[in-house]
């Protein structure tokens, strides 16, 4: 039981990149398609994802916190590991960048959270 708890320890503390790494083993090697993955995929697609794939490195910009500006501020708190009036005060000068010259899968998985907790979100 000890090992199922820190096994879940280990995997709540995963960064977004490692987030990343986990999903590709897991579709690669067993077949799996985690859902956050599917979710990332879908948000960024449509003709933009087309010219985005000739960059190589991207920058998420945080345009709006929207409707849920406290759950965006604890995960922009989370993503960038900043502390939490840190955190607030790029959601508060929002258009801000979150995470500068990151890979595209980051970029879309990183949009894909913040959508999902209401902000609006652009990648560069």
Same mark, same amino acid.
């Given at each position: 039981?000890?090992?199922?708890?820190?096994? +879940?320890?280990?995997?709540?503390?995963?960064? #977004? &990149?490692? %987030?990343? =790494? @986990?999903?590709?083993?897991?579709?690669? $090697?067993?077949?799996?398609?985690?859902?956050?993955?599917?979710?990332?995929?879908?948000?960024?697609?449509?003709?933009?994802?087309?010219?985005?794939?000739?960059?190589?490195?991207?920058?998420?910009?945080?345009?709006? +916190?929207?409707?849920?500006?406290?759950?965006? #501020? &604890?995960? %922009?708190? =989370? @993503?960038?590991?900043?502390?939490?009036? $840190?955190?607030?005060?790029?959601?508060?000068?929002?258009?801000?960048?979150?995470?500068?010259?990151?890979?595209?899968?980051?970029?879309?998985?990183?949009?894909?959270?913040?959508?999902?907790?209401?902000?609006?979100?652009?990648?560069?």
């Amino acid at each position: 039981m000890a090992d199922l708890k820190e096994f +879940a320890e280990q995997l709540v503390n995963l960064t #977004v &990149k490692e %987030v990343n =790494e @986990l999903a590709t083993i897991l579709k690669d $090697e067993y077949g799996i398609e985690p859902a956050a993955a599917a979710v990332a995929v879908a948000a960024g697609g449509g003709g933009a994802a087309e010219a985005a794939e000739e960059q190589s490195e991207f920058d998420v910009v945080l345009k709006a +916190a929207g409707a849920s500006k406290l759950a965006v #501020v &604890k995960l %922009v708190k =989370e @993503l960038t590991g900043l502390g939490l009036k $840190e955190a607030k005060e790029l959601v508060d000068n929002a258009p801000s960048n979150i995470k500068e010259g990151v890979s595209k899968d980051e970029a879309e998985a990183l949009k894909g959270q913040l959508e999902d907790a209401g902000a609006e979100v652009e990648l560069k």
